[in-house]
C-alpha cells in the first residue's frame, strides 16, 4: 500500500489540480504494478502471489515517480508518494467489491501512509526474509 502526497498541490493549486495528478499518477503507475503481477483491489491497495513481486513494484513505482518528477519542473505537476508498506498474509475480500479486510491490509497502510517518508519503502520481517531467501536483495540497488 503507497499513499499520494497531493495535499501541498490541492492547497497552493486547488482540489482540481489534486485530482488530475491522483489519476495521471495512477495510470503512471499500474502498468508497472500489472506488470509485476499486480492485483488492484484499490487504487493504492494491491495484492501479489508473491511477496517480492510487491516489492519489485514498490521499488519500481519509486523509480517511475522519481524519473516523473524530474521531467516534469513545474512544481504543479509533481506527484509526492509519502511511501510504500508492503505485508504478507491472508485477507478476506470480496472480488468486484471494495471490501477486504486483514492484518496484511491494516499493518501495509500503516507502513506506506502513516510511518513512511520521502518515498520510504517498509517491510515487514516476513516480507524481508521471503526476498533475502529469493536472492532479490542482492539484486537490488536503492537510488
Known amino acids: ?13 486547488g482540489a482540481e489540480q489534486g485530482l ?4 495521471r499518477a495512477l495510470d503512471i503507475i499500474r502498468p508497472v504494478i500489472l506488470k509485476n503481477n499486480g492485483i488492484e483491489l484499490e487504487d493504492v491497495l494491491w495484492i501479489f502471489e508473491d511477496s517480492t513481486d510487491a516489492l519489485k513494484s514498490a521499488v519500481a513505482i519509486r523509480n517511475t515517480m522519481k524519473e516523473y518528477n524530474e521531467t516534469h519542473h513545474d512544481p504543479k505537476d509533481h506527484i509526492g508518494v509519502s511511501g510504500y508498506g508492503v505485508h504478507s498474509g ?13 492484518d496484511p491490509v491494516n499493518t501495509s ?5 502513516d510511518l513512511a517518508e520521502d518515498g520510504d519503502i517498509l517491510v515487514m520481517p ?13 539484486k537490488l540497488i536503492f537510488t
Not at 20 to 23: A, C, M, P, R, W
Not at 109 to 113: A, C, D, F, P, T
Not at 126 to 138: L, T
Open 20 to 23: 488530475i495528478l491522483n489519476f
Open 109 to 113: 497502510s500503516k507502513l506506506g501512509q
Open 126 to 138: 516476513c516480507i524481508y526474509n521471503n526476498c533475502k531467501n529469493s536472492g532479490y536483495f542482492q
Open 90 to 102: 491472508e485477507i478476506l475480500f470480496f472480488e468486484g467489491t471494495d471490501i477486504h479486510w486483514g
Open 1 to 13: 500500500m503507497f499513499e499520494f502526497e497531493l495535499g501541498e498541490i490541492e492547497k497552493e493549486f
